[in-house]
């Protein structure tokens, strides 16, 4: 059985900084693409980041391009979220995501099948 796991949420003011981690077990994790996802309070889930198999491939939202860093360590069967220059409008559940089927990255919440139970960040202002 495929379990995601993330921690590393928690309350920081404007500005600050997060790392977000993702601990899988039950699949050979170096072999599927992974992403991050986050819903705020009556809205979607969205798309926020994914990375290849390997690391070498990753895909960014407009909205966290340049300020967020996806990464994994394949030895560690974990995937990190770095989150720098937080913004109030960056509060939301993150979640994280693996894609049975394919390596590379998506940005399609379908095209994921295996969810984290999300972890809260909260950016005061």
């Known amino acids: 059985q495929v379990q995601l796991v993330e921690s590393g949420g928690g309350l920081v003011q404007a500005g600050g900084s997060l790392r977000l981690s993702c601990a899988v077990s039950?699949?050979?994790?170096?072999?599927?693409?992974m992403g991050w996802f986050r819903q705020a309070p009556g809205k979607e889930r969205n798309f926020i980041a994914a990375i290849n198999w390997s690391g070498g491939d990753t895909d960014y939202a407009a909205s966290v391009k340049g300020r967020f860093t996806i990464s994994r360590d394949n030895a560690k069967n974990t995937v990190y979220l770095q989150m720098n220059s937080l913004k109030p409008e960056d509060s939301a559940v993150y979640y994280c995501?693996?894609?049975?089927?394919?390596?590379?990255?998506?940005?399609?919440?379908?095209?994921?099948?295996?969810w984290g139970q999300g972890t809260q960040v909260t950016v005061s202002s």
């Open positions: 995501a693996l894609r049975r089927y394919s390596a590379s990255v998506g940005r399609i919440n379908s095209e994921y099948d295996y």
């Open positions: 039950g699949r050979t994790f170096s072999s599927y693409a």
